[in-house]
């Protein structure tokens, strides 16, 4: 039998639950209260209390303008606006994995009834006849909240984000903490919420240090990147205009945005957040940036260090636009824009080299390496191998250059040699009779004029870089960029005949051989009986006015295409470099090549003609 309860019980719980709903309707109160009160103080109050220039002669209420708890259209959320149709052009990229984007719908839809320019901002179902306003029906045509119908230039919408799925690069699953549509379609309300500004924009997070972006764009190693740790001022260069917000000072901070923007992209491929001065369509180095060059001339007022120009704690960057100014570089050209495979659309003649060819800006570091290893400023980038082989992420800094200077490689020589080849990577193989140790430590290590007093630190068997020899002259920076020295020399070189002999003239050479020991002749010594008028020897030929070039080629010596082994190609030994330029030095009378002949430490001999005089099997010491 059940236990009746008194009647204090029951009226105790009865005031207990009318408590409880006071509190539960006070709360949502409290709720549409701050919505409201949000709103109030945002551009979306178009209201008589609004601060906007677009906003209602008369009408006080807040909502109705987008808004109607009767007679709304079929359009959650109870939208006050019959839309019109609209075709609008869609964004597109090489890098876009979702399918084709379609036309606008859900709530981005709604967004646009405003956003588009198309509809007055007083149009709406109730009441009956429209709100008049004050300062103009629609937003103003060069409003940045003006998109208009070309929607190309900004971020894509209306789209499944599993559409996008697998990719390495975005969240594995849509963001909990952002709002998505059906079928979790990412929309305009996935990165704005329209009746909060807290962050600026609607944002629906603050995206100081890019954390609105990253929430959906994932990329291993960004993290710890230049881009997203630099404290580099960027103030006068950051916003680009006509955009005038946010206002952040330091690189780091603006993070995504310092290359990509979500509306208006100037460049509409990748959502750049620029565009070059002329004639390259886009850059790196377009002004502003990694330049000292001041940017475009509507540009905000202000200092433009560029960046590059680090506070002073960092030490100061370089400037990347001038050195690929110079008479040698690696140069952007018109219509460059996609980031190359190394196997499809490989540089040609006709080419050039875009930034995103050698750096990938969203991986790029400080991180500093010791010869042969790649260092920060190449991580994740492309190469191909010492064996051909492709490589996702060059490890080792040749890797990299062998992309564009191995295999099919479009370069000419600029010394035309007794074994021509402008295949770098078969010219550094360790199998060849003599290289430059890029690949691997050289094979002679009896270098008595190594070190130099430039390089005291260097010995025979170090490994060196491609950019040891082919870097920006003058300090640029420690890339090759350009020079006033082809092809890309970090210091002068000369290769024609009857040079005078100077530190000067041989600068490159010398900042590592000790010019002291090449014209004492310590290494390739002088003849015992001197019948050439040079008297032979290092310090001879090269104060009679013979070139380095004369004898070395620089990279290393295969004879990939000369019938035999080396040795019995009829060409010679091809040790210590030894590969004549066949400008100065040619073959005696009947012979096919100029050849020398190694027979031992420090001895060999010549047969050909040089400056013309016959050598025949001319011995050394």
Not at 482 to 487: E, I, L, Q, T, V
Request: glycine share 8%; charged share 15%; with cysteine.
């Amino acid at each position: 039998m059940p236990t009746v309860q008194p009647e204090s019980c029951r009226n105790s719980v009865a005031a207990l639950i009318r408590w409880l709903t006071v509190i539960s309707v006070g709360l949502a109160s409290i709720a549409r209260a701050q919505v409201a009160a949000d709103i109030v103080h945002t551009p979306h109050n178009l209201s008589t209390s609004g601060t906007g220039t677009t906003r209602a002669q008369s009408e006080t209420r807040i909502c109705i303008f987008c808004h109607t708890p009767h007679n709304a259209t079929p359009l959650t959320p109870l939208w006050n606006k019959e839309l019109q149709p609209q075709i609008y052009s869609v964004y597109t990229s090489s890098t876009l994995k979702a399918d084709p984007i379609p036309q606008p719908t859900g709530p981005t839809k709604l967004c646009l009834s405003c956003h588009d320019g198309t509809i007055a901002m007083g149009s709406v179902l109730n009441p009956v006849g429209g709100i008049v306003m004050a300062g103009g029906d629609t937003l103003p045509s060069d409003s940045l909240s003006n998109f208009g119908l070309d929607l190309s230039a900004h971020h894509p919408v209306s789209f499944p984000y599993n559409n996008a799925l697998p990719n390495p690069e975005l969240a594995a699953t849509p963001p909990a903490d952002l709002v998505f549509g059906t079928n979790d379609e990412v929309h305009c309300t996935t990165c704005h919420d329209p009746h909060d500004d807290t962050n600026g924009k609607f944002l629906s997070k603050d995206n100081r240090y890019s954390a609105l972006c990253t929430t959906c764009h994932e990329m291993a190693g960004w993290a710890g990147s230049a881009h997203a740790t630099s404290t580099a001022s960027v103030v006068g260069i950051l916003p680009r205009p006509p955009k005038t917000w946010p206002t952040y000072t330091q690189l780091n901070e603006w993070g995504c945005e310092v290359c990509h923007t979500p509306h208006f992209a100037p460049t509409a491929e990748h959502l750049l957040n620029f565009t070059s001065l002329p004639p390259e369509p886009f850059s790196c180095i377009g002004g502003g940036c990694h330049s000292s060059d001041p940017p475009a001339p509507h540009a905000s007022t202000g200092p433009a260090p560029g960046i590059g120009s680090l506070p002073p704690a960092v030490g100061a960057g370089p400037d990347i636009a001038s050195q690929t100014r110079k008479r040698s570089a690696h140069r952007e050209l018109p219509g460059l824009m996609a980031l190359r495979s190394t196997r499809s659309g490989k540089r040609s003649a006709l080419s050039g080299v875009t930034c995103i060819d050698c750096h990938n800006p969203h991986l790029t570091s400080q991180t500093t390496a010791e010869a042969p290893v790649a260092s920060g400023m190449l991580q994740g980038v492309e190469g191909v191998d010492r064996n051909g082989l492709d490589v996702t992420t060059v490890r080792y800094q040749y890797e990299l250059c062998f992309k564009c200077h191995g295999d099919e490689s479009t370069d000419l020589d600029f010394v035309p040699r007794v074994l021509p080849d402008t295949d770098k990577r078969r010219a550094f193989d360790p199998s060849n009779p003599s290289y430059h140790p890029v690949i691997a430590m050289g094979k002679n290590l009896n270098i008595p004029s190594i070190p130099s007093n430039l390089e005291p630190s260097m010995s025979p068997s170090a490994l060196m870089y491609c950019t040891t020899c082919h870097s920006d002259d003058e300090g640029g920076s420690n890339g090759p960029h350009g020079s006033s020295y082809a092809p890309i020399l970090k210091e002068r070189y000369e290769t024609a005949d009857n040079t005078p002999e100077s530190l000067e003239s041989y600068a490159l050479c010398y900042r590592c051989h000790d010019r002291s020991n090449i014209l004492a002749s310590t290494s390739f010594r002088t003849r015992t009986m001197r019948t050439t008028p040079s008297g032979g020897g290092h310090g001879g030929h090269i104060t009679a006015g013979s070139p380095c070039s004369a004898c070395h080629d620089p990279h290393g010596i295969s004879d990939w295409g000369m019938p035999g082994a080396d040795g019995q190609s009829g060409t010679g030994s091809h040790t210590h470099l030894v590969n004549f330029d066949t400008t100065i030095v040619s073959p005696r009378a009947g012979a096919q090549y100029p050849v020398f002949t190694d027979t031992g430490t420090f001895s060999g001999s010549c047969t050909l003609v040089c400056h013309g005089v016959d050598h025949d099997n001319a011995s050394y010491p």
